[in-house]
């Protein structure tokens, strides 16, 4: 179990939980960051990550990255 | 009478799909956020169908100010049928917004979209076992080419007709046990996990997905354009090229090329000149009085004419930034510019509404509403108006032409741009420092696929803003430029000489003002205010007063370039030109972006503190330009 901001680039892996304030888990859920569901890390640099999820791209900051939690 | 609403996440196409039914020519981009207003429209086959094209959002529990007005919509004003949008390549995602109207009861019709993406991506989509399993009618469409519109209609109409509510499906009702038990956000979060878990299952029965897993087109533009080195310096050559394709006088570096939009721009001010000629000869032919020959030559002509050549350089600047906005490009630079922007206390969808403030500050300021940081919107749309927009580029090529005529155009043009940006920037920093308590939101933010702009859209786009602009021209500033020919033609005993007219009595009143800025000159002073009434005004009313004076073969020459306006350079050095362009870049912006900010801020309070701030910072970078200027030069 780690943070999502410490996964490399490549990497396929599963949510397992997110740590935030419930509105912003709200919203991540929303957008496709379900507790269970595969995500790849097209990218991780300084800037922030790009994840697949859902067949869907999505850009975040280190920040909201360090929240949820992956295996 | 049936009132269809469009419903569906951020970018699935709910506005392609809008201005197929309607006919309308509404702007389609490509980034989530465009449509931030509902908007409205008749079928065009059928007047008793009512369309209603939503803003996007990921679900019915808004998260940012344009999401909550889809969800009052649908929640609250019950529409007779909701089409929910479903971007097939990301079905599972698109599908929990469905789940979430579908439990609410309304009729609703799922509206399959990009179904040609799909094919292409090798997945079948069973279209019946999606529709079972939902409880709702599912019609697969291209909403970009219009296939399986007409059944899409016929559906819808017929399930509006028979107040068809979906199908009351298990799940829905245990859903909603959940979220009525504890009316919280943990119940919230339960009801989502179990959508999801719905989502799969219905996923694992209707789409079936090819094995291979390569990366894709988009992928790889992705791994370039937001690589960590290459992703700044890419974005400066992208704009550069913007600009130089728009301004330069050799284009691509080859001496003496017009770039599309110089090439452009000569042809209209021929043009205008041969019809100012034409003006003067039907005037001098029927003897009108010396005065109204001065009106419509120096006054209307001559006023209207320098906005009118400006015109081909805004069309190609607005179309080069359509493309781009089209593209899909915009999103990666939001992202690429978050980490930086949030140094400056910005976030990196900041970035959309500065970047459309190029064009225009007005829909640049209703775009913030993407925001979903409060601290972030305000700040954002206090330093939007920095934003060099179309209309304050005529200033700039009127200096240019006239006192920088020796020096590299693109690269002092280039110049203020950057200007503006850069203040932008320190304003935020200062903004957020001393007026705001800094609260730190996350960026999240989707990454549409890439898409080559269609010629359509980016015409419908280009066309739309220019149209503006024209508009204008025909309007206020021909208004304004009859009143400054008055004021400026006339004083208390009738017609005068310019020096002694109204408006050189209001413009030597407030001149002073201007003195420690480097231009104390009553026409310079005159120029900032009609400026804002529109920015272009500027260069009509310069236009007037400058050239007044002189017949129309100079007004001709000016307009085709090759004349600078006589007397400019004995009112304006290098230095005080370019603390004068400085100046009206920053300052207030014009009323109608005056009155975008007041709507916006939904404040009188705010948005008079945002004007004085552009005041300040105006006067402030205008008065450091001239002190350093005149030091160094």
């Given at each position: ?71 | ?232 310096p890419i974005f400066a050559v992208i704009m550069y090229l913007l600009f130089a394709c728009t301004f330069s006088e050799n284009f691509l570096f080859i001496e003496g090329l017009p770039s599309p939009g110089v090439w452009l721009a000569g042809v209209v001010e021929t043009a205008w000149g041969a019809a100012t000629e034409a ?22 002509m001559g006023g209207i004419g320098a906005v009118f050549g400006f015109i081909p350089l805004v069309l190609v600047l607005f179309v080069l930034m359509s493309f781009l906005?089209?593209s ?30 190029f064009g ?28 060099s927009c179309g209309a304050k580029l005529p200033i700039y090529l009127m200096f240019v032409a006239t006192l920088f005529a020796d020096s590299n155009r693109t690269l002092i043009i280039f110049s203020i741009y950057f200007l503006g940006m ?31 702009p269609?010629l359509?859209?980016v015409a419908?786009?280009a066309w739309?803003k220019v149209?503006?602009f024209a508009?204008?021209a ?61 920015k272009e005004?500027i260069v009509a009313?310069f236009g007037?007063?400058f050239a007044?004076?002189t017949d129309e073969t100079a007004i001709e020459a000016i307009m085709a370039g090759e004349q600078s306006l006589p007397e400019i350079g004995d009112v304006f050095t290098k230095v005080s030109a370019f603390?004068y362009m400085a100046?009206n870049l ?43 200027g005149?030091?160094?030069f």
């Open positions: 179990m780690m943070p999502l901001s410490m996964a490399r680039t490549g990497e396929t892996l599963i949510i397992k939980n997110l740590r935030c304030n419930e509105e912003t888990k709200k919203h991540l859920m929303e957008i496709g960051f379900s507790t269970g569901e595969k995500a790849e890390v097209i990218k991780n640099t300084s800037s922030g990550l790009i994840v697949n999820i859902k067949g869907v791209k999505i850009a975040l900051n280190r920040g909201l990255a360090m929240g949820i939690i992956v295996e | 009478m049936i009132t269809a609403a469009l419903a569906g996440n951020p970018n699935c196409g709910k506005t392609t799909l809008f201005n197929e039914l309607t006919g309308a020519k509404q702007h389609v981009g490509n980034w989530p956020g465009v449509t931030v207003e509902k908007k409205e429209g008749r079928y065009k086959k059928n007047d008793n169908i009512n369309i209603l094209d939503l803003p996007g959002t990921y679900s019915l529990s808004p998260y940012s100010a344009e999401e909550t007005i889809a969800r009052d919509y649908i929640v609250n004003s019950k529409p007779d049928i909701v089409i929910n949008i479903v971007d097939a390549t990301s079905i599972e995602r698109n599908l929990y917004l469905t789940m979430q109207i579908a439990q609410t009861g309304t009729p609703m019709v799922v509206a399959l979209n990009m179904m040609d993406e799909v094919e292409t991506m090798g997945i079948d989509i069973n279209t019946s076992k999606l529709s079972e399993m939902l409880g709702v009618p599912v019609v697969p469409i291209v909403a970009r080419s219009g296939k399986g519109i007409d059944r899409l209609m016929e559906v819808t109409r017929d399930t509006a007709e028979k107040s068809l509510a979906p199908i009351k499906h298990e799940i829905y009702d245990k859903i909603k046990k959940i979220e009525e038990s504890k009316n919280d956000e943990e119940a919230d979060i339960m009801a989502a996990d179990m959508r999801y878990e719905y989502i799969d299952k219905v996923v694992d029965k209707s789409v079936f997905k090819p094995d291979k897993k390569n990366l894709t087109k988009s992928d790889k533009i992705d791994k370039i354009v937001t690589n960590r080195v290459l992703a700044l003006v003067a000869g039907v005037l001098a032919s029927a003897g009108v009085s010396e005065w109204l020959n001065q009106l419509v030559i120096d006054g209307i906005e089209d899909g490009y915009m999103a990666r630079v939001a992202f690429v510019m978050d980490r930086i922007f949030r140094k400056f206390g910005l976030s990196g969808k900041s970035f959309i509404p500065l970047l459309m403030g225009c500050s007005v829909p640049a300021l209703t775009a913030s509403r993407t925001l979903e940081s409060e601290k972030d919107r305000k700040i954002t749309m206090m330093v939007t108006p920095f934003m850069a203040i932008a920037i320190i304003s935020s920093l200062i903004l957020n420092k001393f007026m705001f308590k800094s609260e730190n939101s996350g960026f999240i933010m989707e990454l549409p696929k890439y898409r080559i269609s359509k859209s419908i786009h739309d149209k503006g508009i204008k025909g309007t206020i500033i021909l208004f304004s430029t009859i009143l400054i020919w008055f004021l400026s033609n006339f004083n208390m005993s009738g017609m005068c000489d310019m020096e002694e007219s109204f408006l050189a009595t209001i413009g030597n009143a407030i001149a002073w003002i201007f003195t420690p800025l480097g231009f104390n000159d009553w026409r310079a002073s005159v120029g900032v205010v009609t400026g804002w009434i529109a005004n009313t007037q007063l007044g004076v603390s100046f920053l300052c207030m912006p014009c009323f109608a972006a005056v009155g975008a900010m007041r709507r916006e801020f939904g404040s009188m309070k705010w948005t008079l503190k945002a004007v004085a701030f552009q005041m300040v910072t105006a006067y402030v970078v205008a008065l450091i330009i001239n002190v350093v005149n030091i160094i």
